[in-house]
């Protein structure tokens, strides 16, 4: 044990990264979402207390896992008092739990994981979910990052853990036949959290950088986790996923001016892109396409990677992009803004009228979608067509919510004016 | 633990049903009964019914019986029939329901039973 005295800041840290680790073992230890909660609840409140004069343990989680359970056993003894005289150890028995000394405490974060994004909860609440109890953000932390308000966000967590418990939904990791499906539906929560930090779909903040870091984290959490289970393959999806974010997140810094502006990929500023993400990201990449099992996710970091290598924007090569598009086109033939970026790929590797004869056909499914108005606003000013190019302009500033691509827009706006007189 | 699965489908198809289909459907529900039964998860309880033009809906207020015809609320797809499933978890009666021949063309809402206490 260190013996220095400890800020209460650097606790609720610690906390915060051993949290999901934790309560994956007590819900596993105990077969109770909401009791297990509690009891962490309380041990942390303890280690509030005792931790600051007797200096943090070797092992916190450990040491949070042992305080939780002897909570759980006392509250269950008390409530077995009550009721029939019962033994809580006997109780505990019945639900055939082993009563494991807490300093080896297995990582139960896996079954945790196919809990929470388990499809009889509504998406929502599947990242909620995800963020607040293998995250350890607190409620209002959820809350603040999806953009929600609080009491809608503790209503929403509250129902889902209230339907985990009521519906039986499982707690463990699905049979190698149901695997695979189930473990897209998890890529996607992750997925989600990723894009909802990255754009967020309205305010003035465009990257929330923090649901990117939590996101990512999740995602190497479980590939190690996938990758550590005796029966199950390591996944190529999981760790496509884990690359397209890391290659994404690399270019965070450079998408926004210092004035909060939108920066476009073509002309961000390349030196402030995060290369140990790149070599990282590129390096996952290199790992899951050796598995032979290609997929969107993997896909899709192929082509944040060829952006990535680019030394300028014009050195992106940009026909090897469009082949990628192709590529995904075929594996979701009905996803028309995968034909939009198809469209951009082209454009940029042939010239703007063949992109904009691409655009075409896509104008009804997508004429509700602000990217598709400002791809083809973007396309007909290269063409030279500026009159088009504000039409479809002005009909994207219709359609966004953001400030911070709503005034990207409104300067491309003027320029284009400018040109036309 | 307990779930009624509520199997609802749209009733249009009915009219134009041949005596094969019919027949045939019934084989499939034959069929289920018997995988369910094998699977450990039949309870015997499980019902078709006839359709909603024969439902009589039935209110009570201050006192008064109200009588209307007609299901309580007239929606495309109506409850057809139903069984209760004893199951391991919620993946389990996913498992079995999607095997509900009617989840083919309609949908099955599966519920977990109360489990009233003593």
Not at chain 1, 200 to 211: H, M, P
């Amino acid at each position: 044990m260190t013996q220095s005295p400890v800020p209460n800041s650097d606790i609720e840290q610690l906390f915060q990264q051993v949290y999901g680790r934790v309560l994956a073992n007590l819900i596993s230890h105990l077969r109770d979402f909401e009791l297990a909660e509690d009891v962490l609840q309380e041990a942390f409140v303890t280690a509030l207390q005792k931790w600051p004069e007797s200096g943090v343990p070797n092992s916190p989680a450990a040491w949070l896992t042992t305080v939780a359970r002897n909570k759980a056993t006392d509250r269950l003894r008390r409530k077995t008092k009550w009721e029939d005289g019962g033994d809580a150890e006997i109780i505990l028995e019945k639900r055939g739990v082993e009563m494991t000394p807490a300093d080896e405490i297995p990582d139960e974060r896996l079954k945790l994981i196919f809990t929470c994004c388990h499809p009889a909860l509504n998406l929502d609440a599947q990242v909620s979910l995800t963020l607040n109890t293998l995250g350890g953000l607190t409620t209002a932390e959820v809350a603040k990052a999806l953009l929600v308000p609080k009491t809608t966000m503790a209503q929403r967590l509250v129902r889902a853990k209230r339907k985990i418990k009521q519906a039986g939904i499982p707690y463990r990791v699905p049979a190698t036949e149901e695997l695979s499906g189930r473990l897209n539906g998890v890529l996607h929560v992750i997925y989600l959290i990723f894009n909802e930090g990255y754009s967020a779909t309205s305010g003035e903040n465009l990257i929330r950088a923090d649901l990117c870091t939590e996101a990512i984290r999740l995602a190497t959490v479980l590939t190690h986790l996938l990758d550590r289970e005796p029966a199950l393959n390591k996944d190529a999806e999981a760790l496509g996923l884990l690359a397209l974010m890391l290659l994404h997140d690399a270019r965070q810094s450079s998408r926004t001016a210092a004035d909060g502006t939108l920066v476009l990929l073509e002309e961000q500023n390349r030196n402030l892109w995060n290369q140990d993400k790149i070599a990282a990201g590129i390096a996952i990449l290199d790992q899951a396409m050796a598995l032979r099992d290609s997929g969107p996710y993997q896909i899709q970091a192929a082509i944040s990677a060829l952006h990535a290598e680019a030394k300028t924007a014009a050195d992106t090569d940009w026909p090897q992009i469009a082949m990628l598009y192709t590529g995904l086109m075929q594996l979701e033939p009905e996803n028309h803004i995968i034909q939009l970026n198809h469209a951009v790929a082209v454009a940029m590797a042939e010239g703007p009228l063949a992109g904009l004869a691409l655009l075409e056909p896509l104008a009804d499914s997508l004429q509700d979608y602000y990217l598709f108005h400002a791809a083809k606003a973007d396309l007909n000013r290269r063409a030279g067509w500026h009159e088009a190019a504000l039409l479809a302009y002005q009909a994207a500033v219709e359609l966004t919510q953001n400030e911070v691509e709503l005034s990207f827009l409104e300067g491309r706006i003027a320029e284009v004016r400018g040109s036309l007189n | 633990m307990k779930y009624i699965c509520l199997i609802y489908s749209s009733e249009e198809g009915i009219e134009h049903a041949t005596a094969e289909d019919i027949q045939a459907e019934i084989g499939e529900y034959m069929a289920y009964g018997q995988t369910i039964e094998q699977a450990g998860v039949a309870t015997g309880l499980g019902e078709a019914l006839l359709p909603s033009a024969t439902a009589t809906t039935v209110r009570m207020r201050d006192g008064k019986t109200l009588t209307t015809d007609g299901p309580f609320a007239e929606t495309k797809e109506q409850l057809g029939g139903f069984y209760i499933l004893d199951c391991e978890d919620i993946d389990q009666a996913i498992k079995y329901a999607a095997l509900i021949p009617g989840a083919k063309y309609g949908c099955v809402e599966i519920r977990p039973l109360m489990e009233i206490p003593g």
